[in-house]
């Protein structure tokens, strides 16, 4: 199983990014797929979160209404749209996917990880 993260960039405050979230190795459509982000020094944290058809979408308080996150099972890959970025949006992001195909907030729920992207995000 991969999932391979990408997208991620320097941008100033008030930009956008979309990451991407390609899978492999695993039957996409019964997964749900989840956002996390990792800043030096600070725990990893819970951004967003899809369930497996991709009907059903949580977010953390503090990307709710900035941040979208939506699934293409077609083209095995999850995006998360990113608005209005912040200085403390700034952190590795990674993807994950859970075979329960609910879509978690807890990190240990998570089954399979890519690796991280980096987004920048300048005052």
């Known amino acids: 199983v991969q999932l391979q993260a990408s997208g991620g960039g320097l941008v100033q405050a008030g930009g956008s990014l979309r990451l991407s979230c390609a899978a492999s190795?695993?039957?996409?459509?019964?997964?749900?797929v989840g956002w996390f982000r990792q800043a030096p020094g600070l725990e990893r944290e819970f951004v967003a979160a899809i369930s497996y058809g991709g009907v059903n979408t949580y977010y953390a308080d503090s990307v709710k209404g900035r941040f979208a996150i939506s699934k293409t099972n077609a083209k095995n890959t999850v995006y998360l749209q990113m608005n209005t970025l912040r200085p403390e949006d700034t952190a590795a992001y990674y993807c994950?996917?859970?075979?329960?195909?609910?879509?978690?907030?807890?990190?240990?729920?998570?089954?399979?990880w890519g690796q991280g992207t980096q987004v920048t995000v300048s005052s």
């Open positions: 994950a996917a859970d075979h329960t195909g609910v879509g978690k907030r807890d990190s240990n729920e998570y089954d399979y």
């Open positions: 190795g695993l039957i996409f459509s019964r997964y749900a």
